[in-house]
């Protein structure tokens, strides 16, 4: 069998077994609420009909053994069937999800991209000058970025240019009165409601991203073949922008799809302080709604993007790296 | 004192020393909390509400008129209490796994890490969130959350050093000896797989006080009227602008803790680890 297909129905295979794993753990975390999960919603809410209830039950089949419960429910789950909200509209989990996905994704992958942007030619520099000014303040803003809370540098963010010098709008997606808008208006109102959130978003991985790539390269720069490629008389920006980066760069694969979990944890923080209708306010409305097949949803959501992520980014690797490619790795 | 002023000195110990001033300085704040607060926590001041910072209240007063100072001198022992308890559920949690798995290998090295993959595959601050719900946000439910979400970094730290240790001839001599799994495991391969998990704990307080302080900010953390810098944040931020200090000085508490932390942690790798240095 070709190594590559090998790779890939290994990588399948693998991907199953984490779903397994992320079900039974989810599964596990319904089961830990004292008494039953579906007490605080109806015999404790006056507002929730017998009628919800019984789905509820219905849903976890709690009259069942535990064993049939969670394969029913990963059943349920297959078929992205997550029930309905338990507070506010009742509408389906799935279709509310869906509705708040693509801002959340967008966001996420905006800055993404300004992350890899900013950092790899931070990382770069950093590593040419390894111990020089820029490098050393570049350490400095590093440590700063790792201990900065992302709820407080919006904050700041916020007093400065909300309040202090209102250039920006404080928080949501749209203004009033966005509908009447031009094309250029609404753009224009969209983007100034999201350059905060997106800051802060970025500001989150630049630290961690920029430490990484600055080590990824020095690690690289010590190879013989960048030795080689000097003494053979190629110039300096030649070796580091063809022959070192490229190899530097390949781990940064694996750390973007590593990265995933934190992105969309930091969501819930910086959608909830923006008041921006995303995935994390939704999944953060769910928890304090105790809204369970809201909650249960997002979670088994959230690490099913984040298995999506490491798939990706071992696919990418495979298809950067030709040592993998050709399946010759490590012999 | 001519060695305090080589830039030598500095390159090398400047983390150490900082991160540890911070440390120790704050640890001491929270300790002495009691006598050195200015003013009660939780007392209730209708004469001095949203008060700026002053003689009298040096970093001003909340919307209850408590003294800033004094709620951030107490939220100080809540942020470290909880760093410590959650660093010291997951480190045992972490210890304990990772010992077992690099120490007896095959199936049970398999099962062990492949539940730390499937533990990492989860947006952790979400599952941690979920469980809040679930349960009710106290501060011990916090610390428990926060140990059983971030002992995966120490599992596998441990596991392999227990791999490497488990082959060398002093673990051959204790087995010779008649020793059993759990002596060997616990007298002879703990001890010598301690000093990377030290760093591990180090840099995971700084970790678990962000979460604490991220979970109080939601509301989800540590409740009110038990100060905490991340709620105290909460409840600057309905009143961000007309009272900023409120805003600002948890927050750089938080801050400035956490690179104390995060500074003291990275110099104990270089000083453990000369490998690590790069």
């Known amino acids: 069998m070709p190594a590559l297909a090998r790779r890939i129905i290994a990588k399948a295979l693998w991907i199953c077994a984490i779903f397994i794993g992320i079900t039974v753990i989810s599964f596990t975390v319904i089961h830990l609420a004292p008494g039953s999960p579906t007490d605080l919603q ?3 809410n006056p507002e929730a009909s017998s009628d919800a209830r019984a789905r509820l039950e219905a849903l976890y089949g709690l009259d069942k053994p535990l064993h049939v419960q969670y394969v029913s429910w990963l059943s349920r789950m297959v078929r992205f069937d997550f029930g309905r909200s338990m507070s506010g509209d009742h509408r389906p989990v799935w279709d509310k999800i869906l509705e708040r996905l693509p801002l959340t994704f967008g966001m996420n992958v905006a800055s993404l991209i300004l992350t890899l942007a900013i950092t ?3 990382g770069i520099a950093s590593a040419y000058w390894q111990g020089r000014v820029f490098d050393r303040a570049a350490t400095i803003f590093v440590f700063i970025g790792f201990a900065m809370p992302g709820f407080w540098l919006a904050l700041l963010l916020m007093y400065a240019f909300c309040i202090q010098w209102p250039l920006l709008p404080i928080s949501g997606l749209t203004s009033l009165g966005f509908d009447q808008l031009s094309f250029t208006g609404k753009l224009w109102d969209l983007t100034s409601h999201l350059i905060l959130p997106l800051f802060v978003y970025t500001f989150g991985s630049l630290a961690g991203m920029s430490r990484f790539m600055r080590t990824s390269m020095l690690e690289v720069l010590r190879q013989d073949y960048i030795l080689t490629a000097r003494a053979k008389g190629l110039p300096l920006s030649t070796v580091i922008f063809k022959h070192a980066l ?13 990265s995933i979990p934190a992105l969309i944890g930091g969501s819930v923080i910086i959608e909830s302080i923006f008041a921006l209708p995303g995935l994390g306010q939704l999944f953060y409305q769910g928890v304090m709604a105790r809204d369970y097949p809201l909650i249960m949803g997002n979670l088994v959501l959230g ?3 984040t298995l999506a992520g490491n798939l990706l980014a071992d696919l990418a690797y495979g298809l950067a790296d030709p040592r993998i490619r050709s399946g010759r790795n490590g012999q | 004192m001519t060695l305090l002023g080589t830039r030598r000195f500095w390159s090398r110990n400047g983390m150490l020393l900082t991160g540890g001033l911070i440390v120790g300085f704050m640890s001491l704040a929270a300790l002495a909390a009691y006598w050195i607060a200015p003013f009660d926590p939780t007392t209730l001041n209708m004469d001095s509400i949203l008060k700026a910072p002053s003689m009298a209240h040096p970093l001003g007063t909340d919307a209850l008129g408590r003294d800033v100072l004094s709620r951030m001198l107490f939220g ?6 909880v760093g410590f308890v959650a660093v010291g559920i997951s480190v045992s949690i972490g210890l304990f796994l990772g010992l077992v798995a690099g120490y007896f290998g095959g199936l049970v090295d398999e099962i062990i890490m492949r539940g730390v993959d499937v533990m990492l595959c989860f947006p952790s601050f979400f599952l941690i969130l979920a469980v809040i719900a679930f349960l009710e946000p106290s501060l011990s439910n916090i610390m428990v959350v926060i140990g059983a979400t971030s002992w995966m970094g120490v599992a596998r730290l441990v596991r392999a050093e227990a791999l490497t240790l488990r082959g060398r001839d002093f673990v051959l001599a204790a087995k010779v000896a008649g020793a059993g799994p759990a002596r060997i495991i616990f007298v002879h391969i703990l001890p010598n797989a301690i000093a990377p998990v030290l760093v591990s704990a180090t840099l995971g307080v700084a970790g678990a006080i962000l979460v604490e302080s ?3 900010f939601l509301g989800l953390g540590v409740q009110p009227p038990m100060p905490s810098w991340g709620n105290m944040l909460m409840e600057g931020k309905d009143v ?10 948890p927050g750089l508490a938080i801050l400035i803790t956490v690179l104390g932390y995060n500074l003291l942690g990275e110099a104990l790798r270089d000083l453990l680890d000369p490998r690590m240095r790069d």
């Not at chain 1, 490229?246 to 590593?258: D, E, K, Q, Y």
């Not at chain 2, 100080?76 to 209490?81: D, E, F, I, N, P």
């Open chain 2, 76 to 81: 100080a022992r809540v942020s470290l209490w």
């Open chain 1, 42 to 44: 109806t015999t404790m």
């Open chain 2, 240 to 249: 961000l602008t007309f009272a900023p200090w409120l805003s600002f000085y």
């Open chain 2, 214 to 216: 991220s979970l109080s």
């Open chain 1, 303 to 305: 690490a099913l993007l």
């Open chain 1, 120 to 122: 790899i030619p931070l």
């Open chain 1, 246 to 258: 490229r190899n530097a760069l390949l781990p940064v694969i694996t750390i973007l799809g590593l």
